[in-house]
């Protein structure tokens, strides 16, 4: 194996010698923005549908549901666990790499059956959290696909990844952090079996939904937040930031970052799934242990950038990435706790996480797709994207929080969103011009990628 970048010491990926395991990571990669492009589609759709005046053309609620779920769907599984694919395919050994096809394959067919399918006969949207469904035999076939190839994804990983090794050298740490990643999506695949076994008789449509995707759901932000301070130590090296905390520190809080997962289980164990309790607890495993590593490490990389020996690192699409990521990140955090009632700053809030990761994300990309055999992305275009795609996002949640502060109700669209004052008119204008900014930024994104690997296939 060899470092992902072989001037970089400390903290890194590696990228595998061997042509299979590359090319399986390639394959994860191609899904996750695959993803993307489809899901940007469904969002440019799902906020037009929301914004005044614009809205009036899309007067049927069902259309925004149903453009939702798809959206959310492809955002929060395909786009999210599409990266984890690739980093867990990028530490994996030689070993049953037909498991690696297998898995990427079944994830592949899996999404397009479920995005294909509100075309394929009625959608009946459930707006139930985490895994929002349409009430449609394809798309249920579809999501049941996607599971699969994540399921064998994560088998594969327990079972064959890279040795952490070393745990004084910053590549181990990396290797741990990734570990402690499938470790939390191993109890998440093992709460939603426990969810379907547990939910009573009488459950059904939506609430049956809700209970089943529940602890998995919340189980498989632990997934996104391990990775993401992977991807957030990494980019630190990759900027040039001399990073002041030791890889034996780091591996310590990727593990305090795990035992609220480790918890999930007792849980189970101890209240019925559909039982108020159950729903509370598994609540305040990720409300108050979600943030247990990502704290002490995003404040550790704050006080190295800022105390870095060779000064603030240039500008680069990696540093802009990084910088934005902890912004959002911090906002969405700060965003939880003014959450009260059912409202537009609850999806402020998650907004504000889910994108501080989409953007992070972003950031290796950039690293990695010459590592991988693609063009090395440069340009002003790149340094430029992350901040166009943060600054929309902060606009965005920023709006969203004013308009719940003011009544505007989550999960509405047309003239159910109830726009009955100034402020409320005013607030989701922002939203629409947050989100419009946004979705530049991550059009660029997509072009960026395109250009760099279809300059590959030219050369070849």
């Given amino acids: 194996m060899s470092d992902i970048n072989e001037t970089v010491e400390g903290f890194s990926l590696n990228i595998p010698q061997d042509e299979s395991n590359r090319k399986i990571s390639i394959g994860w990669l191609l899904l ?18 929301r914004v005044p005046y614009t809205k009036e053309f899309f007067p049927w609620t069902d259309f925004f549901h149903t453009a939702l779920v798809v959206h959310v769907d492809l955002t929060v599984l395909t786009w999210f666990l599409g990266f984890a694919g690739l980093f867990w395919s990028l530490n ?11 898995g ?3 994830a592949v067919v899996g999404t397009l059956v479920f995005a294909v399918s509100p075309f394929l006969g009625a959608a009946n949207p459930f707006m139930n959290n985490y895994v929002p469904v349409l009430q449609n035999p394809v798309f249920f076939v579809g999501l049941g696909i996607f599971g699969l190839g994540f399921t064998v994804l994560v088998i594969r990983g327990l079972f ?3 040795p952490v090794g070393q745990s004084s050298s910053g590549g181990g740490a990396i290797r741990f952090g990734l570990y402690t990643a499938l470790v939390a999506a191993l109890v998440s695949l093992m709460a939603l079996i426990a969810s379907w076994v547990g939910i009573p008789e009488h459950a059904q449509g939506a609430y049956y939904f809700e209970l089943l995707f529940w602890g998995s759901g919340h189980t ?3 997934v996104h937040v391990q990775l993401v301070l992977v991807v957030w130590l990494c980019l630190a090296v990759i900027t040039g930031i001399d990073l002041k905390i030791l890889p034996r520190s780091v591996i310590f809080v990727f593990a305090i970052g795990l035992l609220p997962v480790l918890l999930t289980p007792v849980v189970y164990l101890m209240f019925d799934v559909s039982s108020g309790n159950h729903l509370q607890a598994i609540t305040w495993l990720m409300q108050y242990g979600g943030g247990l590593a990502a704290l002490p490490i995003g404040l550790a990389i704050i006080y190295s950038l800022f ?16 910088i934005f990521s902890f912004l959002l990140f911090a906002a969405g955090g700060v965003i939880g706790f003014m959450i009260s009632g059912s409202n537009t ?30 063009k090395k992305p440069t340009g002003k275009m790149v340094r430029w994207q992350p901040v166009l795609y943060g600054v929309g996002q902060l606009i965005h949640i920023g709006g969203l929080a004013w308009s719940g502060g003011h009544g505007v109700q989550r999960k509405t669209a047309g003239a159910a969103q109830g726009l009955d004052t100034m402020e409320k008119v005013i607030g989701m204008r922002i939203v629409g011009v947050g989100a419009g900014i946004a979705i530049i930024g991550g059009i660029i994104f997509l072009i960026i990628v395109y250009k760099s690997m279809m300059s590959a296939r030219t050369r070849d």
Wanted: aromatic share 12%.
């Fill in 32 to 49: 996750a923005v695959g993803s993307m492009v489809v899901a940007g589609i469904f969002t440019i759709l799902v906020v037009l549908s």
């Fill in 307 to 322: 105390t870095n020996s060779s000064g603030f690192p240039q500008a680069s699409g990696e540093r802009n990435a990084l």
């Fill in 345 to 374: 700053i609850v999806p402020a809030h998650y907004h504000g996480s889910i994108t501080a990761i989409t953007l992070a994300f972003m950031g290796i990309t950039y690293h990695l797709l010459p590592r991988l055999g693609f």
């Fill in 220 to 222: 498989l932000q632990f």
């Fill in 104 to 106: 990427l394959w079944l």
């Fill in 160 to 162: 064959f990844s890279n």
């Fill in 92 to 102: 994996s050994t030689k070993r049953c790499i037909l498991c690696g096809w297998v």
